[in-house]
């Protein structure tokens, strides 16, 4: 347990991987190991949901994939410009409806993307915890990530991610390259209320 970890301090003693964890743009051209890949997969498939629904999908390409590029050109221009250097791309979605135990039919279910997002967090934190860096985006094109890549009815597009292997900042544009760092996060009693909201 700690407190300060990867420039960051925490108010509470947490383990240090959730210090370690954040979001870069700098990647170096690695392409990351199947094996790792799927550890990070793995960490996902153990994720809580309501009722076990497990909604998460993961539709993935390695660097070395003719994949990747199709990946690529669903984000914008912008997030392109960094993550073409990523080890690997994911795109993430959720299904909309569930099947609760003992029910014939499938129904709306309330928490797919909050559940969807549990395995994200699960993916992400696994991914440090192996080097390294997994960075979320919705800057992509969200209509055609759904059609391109045979996302059926029912199912929500959530977001994009770029996995990769640590880079140093200097290979960005200027611009960026002050935002390379990991990011501060609100305190504890800004969103944690007792009783109601607001406290």
Known sequence: MTKTANSRTADHEIDKI?????????????????????????????????YNSQPWIFVYARR????FDKLLGLLIEFNQSWAKRAGALVIMASNSVMLPPGAEKAVPSHSHSFDAGAAWGSFALQGSMLGWHAHGMVGFDIPRAFAELDFPEGYRVEAAAAVGRL???SILPEFLQARETPSPRKPVPDFAFEGKFGG
């Open 64 to 67: 070395s994939s003719p994949h």
């Open 167 to 169: 880079a140093d900042k």
């Open 18 to 50: 959730f210090l370690e964890r954040w979001s870069p743009r700098a990647f170096t051209e690695e392409e990351i190991p199947e094996a790792d890949l799927f550890s990070m997969f793995e960490a996902a498939r153990w994720a809580p949901s309501s």
